[in-house]
């Protein structure tokens, strides 16, 4: 491994040991929720130690599979816990980094393939030799000093388990190993609901080759079925009982705790008549899962793994209890598409959401919450703008790839009566 790289690796993993003696980080609302919260999975681990179910109650939100394997780490290692996280979110930006070489040495085929068809003069749209060693070092950068990655693993979330999971399927995804990919995306998705869209694009990878795209299709979906019963029958096993179905994914379904965080579920399900809840619930679920995977499907059809980026940002910023480190993971995907940056427009717009809003919300969360000189509108202010600003960026990346993809084959300039025209997405 190259020395750099194992520097690099060596002070993202200091810095987060540093990070986690600040253990106020933990305790916020930004970073840590009734999903991933560790004081809740300690709670967890307590109750089964003891012979109590631990799904009985509201508290536990973690997957029996899961619980289990930490109840033996902090029977065998409690001491160096802290350190799994940390080992495991290094292991996700060296997965990042694995993936976007394999991205990067995949486009450069792809383009060898495809030179024919760009029009002259479009070098810098078109994918470099020198992007093999500027591409991933932009992604494992881009994902080990986060700020956001770093709170998150600081705060020891089990988000940090999420994120290895979701950097573990994209990597069999580029590698096309679909036994693992499915098997991971399957383990992610009875953990936290949302990554069930993820299908797609695996479907859409596993079936470019096949003559018999129907049955191929099929296949993966029926193989994620299989591996999501699989996962459910050992849970079961470990258990003895269904109670940790509505406690996961019924508790992250029907959104029973109004805890505020950095999403827009809380907001509007405090403020709102209860009878409309159900109508709510499932217009922000929709919105959450399948709104967008049908039509985004069909335009990116072609860029599987964009069509990944696109809906994991999506369903980190509409999902029912959100977090900074599930924004996080997206960020560190966005160096993939550096040849679609020249068309980004909103990139400094973006930039000021996302730091005035983290700045303010802690502000804010103390005039409401501590200082009572403010009210939740204050707050929910603040988070509503930066799903905005997130907005903004997932769709400025789609119309940059659109503009790109036009050029490739146009031209960086169009011309119209002889005169330069200005290209205008509508």
């Known amino acids: 491994m190259d020395k750099s790289l194992v520097l690099l690796l060596a002070l993202g993993g200091v810095v987060r040991y540093y990070l986690q003696s600040l253990h106020w980080i933990g305790e916020r609302v930004e970073v ?9 999975v300690q709670e967890g681990i ?4 003891n012979g109590i179910d631990p799904y009985t109650g509201d508290v536990v939100h973690e997957l029996p599979v899961v619980l289990v394997l930490l109840v033996r780490v ?3 290692f409690s001491n160096f816990v802290p350190l799994l996280y940390i080992l495991l979110d290094l292991s996700t930006a060296m997965l ?4 976007a070489q394999k991205f990067v040495q995949s486009k450069l085929l792809e383009q060898k393939q495809q030179s024919s068809e760009f029009a002259l003069g479009t070098e810098e749209l078109q ?10 070092r932009c992604v494992l950068l881009s994902y080990l000093f986060n700020p956001l990655t770093l709170v998150s693993c600081a705060g020891l979330t089990s988000t940090v388990f999420s994120n290895f999971l979701l950097a573990l399927t994209l990597y069999f995804l580029v590698q096309r190993y679909l036994l693992p990919c499915v098997f991971c995306l399957a383990l992610e998705t009875m953990r936290s609901l949302y990554p069930l869209v993820l299908i797609a694009p695996i479907v859409l990878v596993f079936t ?8 191929s299709a099929i296949r993966v979906v029926a193989l994620f079925v299989a591996a999501c019963a699989g996962i459910t029958l050992v849970n079961y096993a470990l258990m003895q009982s269904w109670n940790f179905l509505d406690a996961t994914l019924g508790f992250i379904f029907f959104y029973r705790d109004l805890q505020p965080n950095i999403g827009l579920f809380w907001y509007f399900f405090t403020e709102m008549f209860e009878h409309f809840r159900t109508m709510f619930l499932i217009t922000f679920q929709m919105n959450a899962t399948v709104l967008y995977l049908v039509p985004l499907s069909l335009k990116l059809r072609k860029e599987p793994l964009l069509l990944a980026t696109v809906l994991i940002a999506l369903m980190s910023i509409f999902r029912s209890y959100p977090c900074v480190g599930d924004v996080s993971f997206y960020l560190a995907l966005l ?3 550096r040849r679609c940056w020249k068309f980004m427009a909103h990139n400094f717009v973006v930039f000021c959401f996302f730091v005035v809003t983290l700045s303010m919300m802690p502000a804010l969360w103390q005039l409401w919450i501590y200082s009572g000189s403010a009210n939740a509108n ?3 202010g603040t988070t509503l703008a930066f799903s905005t600003g997130q907005i903004f960026l997932v769709t400025d990346l789609l119309f940059a790839h659109v503009k790109r993809d036009f050029c490739l084959r146009n031209g960086l300039k169009v011309y119209v009566d002889g005169k330069e025209a200005k290209i205008i997405l509508e």
């Open 335 to 337: 160096p993939l598409w």
């Open 208 to 215: 470019q080759h096949s003559k018999i795209t129907t049955s």
């Open 32 to 40: 840590s929720t009734p999903i991933n919260s560790f004081k809740r």
């Open 127 to 136: 994918v470099q030799e020198s992007d093999m060693e500027v591409v991933p």
């Open 74 to 76: 902090f029977g065998w």
């Open 378 to 380: 204050f707050y929910f």
């Open 46 to 49: 307590y109750l089964y130690e």
């Open 96 to 99: 990042l980094y694995k993936l």
